[in-house]
């Protein structure tokens, strides 16, 4: 098994390096392809633990020609070829740009130096990997599947969509918001499966000690408020950040933000536009031990999510789930998915997106209320850790890939016989 992502390792998808873990230790074995190289400072933890090798693509054609033109002169004789050429013209014509031109690039060099071993290929998201997967996967005459998740679904044109659907022997999503979308862009609905990410219970063991009772009415002992995203548009931390500034000037606050993100030095001097930066701490990116630890130690998490203007949004954000799984009082929107992990007055808080005077208001409210915080925190952790358990929802991956089940004999059947196609 081969499975294509954008970038690995990196901090902000340790969902799918815990799924890539949890299927070899189920005895899936796993070869890793990305089409980028990592950027972020630090390794989480469970990437440590994955054994699967990588093999890192061309991240951009001309910088390394020659491997491109040794892949081509390989693959363009065998009999996919033709077939991937005219799907990728196809694709070309409706979509001038280089990026295309590029996933072809790697496609072909996938195609090439894949191991013989590797007999079905699986894409991380639905745009950029899973047309490279298409590709190579046409050239090489393999079965294929994806795992679609957020932007990579609201952001991929709907002819895109349909054809990927058509071509891919099944397709998992991590949200009903998201099945029932492709669900009925697919040849038949049950192409399409929800599975959710769920939460690796033992990284995240429940807090120890109590949080304290802070209300706001003391300066030396302010409200914790904590966001862990990526400051880009979709987290809608401008929105956030407007709404700090409408909180009554006598409660005492403090913001700490973890993520790194191309809109945070925006961010900062906008906060200092509103006279509200020197209480906001930007941490940047963190490894998990120091992201738990600030779980801990806050009073009130938030994630203001909202759809982009492009139409990217967040799925089923992670850290939500990772934030009630230490008790943490969770506000945030009703945007994609997340009221199917939030409901709203009785597991956390949920106000509309794009709305800083109602999510003001909400603030304020569980600032001054530690008994509030309390009972939502609870109920949050209970319902994340009965409904939300990673080891409960992996085996039902597992079994699409054939692990473990009375399938295995059938999938590896159907890998092996070269008249099958995606």
């Excluded at 990588?54 to 054609?61: A, H, I, K, T, W």
């Excluded at 072809?104 to 060099?109: C, R, S, T, W, Y």
């Excluded at 400051?231 to 000037?249: H, M, S, T, W």
């Excluded at 597991?347 to 208001?361: I, K, N, R, S, Y």
């Amino acid at each position: 098994m081969a499975f294509v992502l954008k970038g690995y390792p990196r901090l902000s998808e340790t969902f799918i390096a815990q799924e890539i873990l949890s299927l070899e230790r189920r005895g899936l074995p796993i070869r890793l392809v990305s089409l980028r190289h990592p950027t972020d400072p630090a390794v989480h933890p469970v990437n440590r633990d994955i054994r699967a090798p990588v093999n890192y693509l061309p991240e951009y054609l001309y910088q390394q020609p020659g491997r491109v033109l040794r892949a081509w002169r390989a693959v363009r004789r065998r009999p996919g070829y033709a077939k991937a050429r005219a799907v990728w013209m196809g694709d070309l014509s409706r979509e001038r740009t280089s990026n295309r031109i590029r996933r072809f690039g790697q496609a072909l060099v996938l195609a090439h130096e894949l191991p013989g071993d590797v007999r079905w290929l699986h894409a991380h998201f639905m745009h950029t990997p899973a047309s490279v997967t298409r590709y190579a996967a046409l050239i090489l005459d393999l079965p294929w599947s994806v795992s679609a998740h957020a932007k990579d679904i609201w952001t991929t044109p709907e002819w895109e969509k349909r054809e990927k659907l058509a071509d891919c022997r099944w397709l998992v999503t991590c949200t009903r918001a998201n099945a029932e979308h492709l669900a009925r862009l697919a040849p038949t609905p049950d192409r399409v499966q929800l599975i959710y990410h769920g939460l690796d219970l033992t990284r995240f063991p429940p807090p120890q000690t109590v949080r304290p009772d802070r209300d706001g009415s003391d300066a030396d002992a302010p409200v914790t408020i904590l966001s862990v995203g990526r400051a880009v548009e979709k987290k809608g931390y401008g929105i956030l950040l407007d709404a700090l500034a409408r909180l009554p000037a006598p409660l005492n606050w403090r913001l700490v933000h973890i993520g790194g993100g191309p809109l945070r030095e925006a961010l900062n001097e906008r906060a200092g536009a509103l006279g509200i930066a020197k209480r906001i701490t930007w941490l940047g990116a963190q490894p998990q031990e120091q992201v738990l630890a600030c779980y801990r130690s806050a009073d009130i998490f938030v994630l203001a999510s909202r759809v982009a203007a492009d139409g990217d949004r967040d799925g089923l954000p992670n850290v939500l789930m990772e934030a009630q799984s230490q008790g943490l009082c969770c506000i945030s929107t009703r945007v994609s998915a997340i009221p199917e992990l939030i409901l709203d007055g009785e597991t956390g808080v949920l106000v509309d997106p794009d709305d800083p005077q109602g999510l003001a208001e909400t603030l304020g409210r569980a600032m001054t209320s530690p008994q509030l915080r309390a009972r939502l925190g609870a109920a949050g952790m209970k319902r994340v850790r009965t409904a939300f358990d990673h080891d409960r929802v992996i085996d039902r991956l597992a079994e699409r890939f054939g692990v473990g089940s009375d399938i295995a004999e059938e999938k590896r059947s159907v890998c092996a016989s070269p008249s099958m196609h995606p």
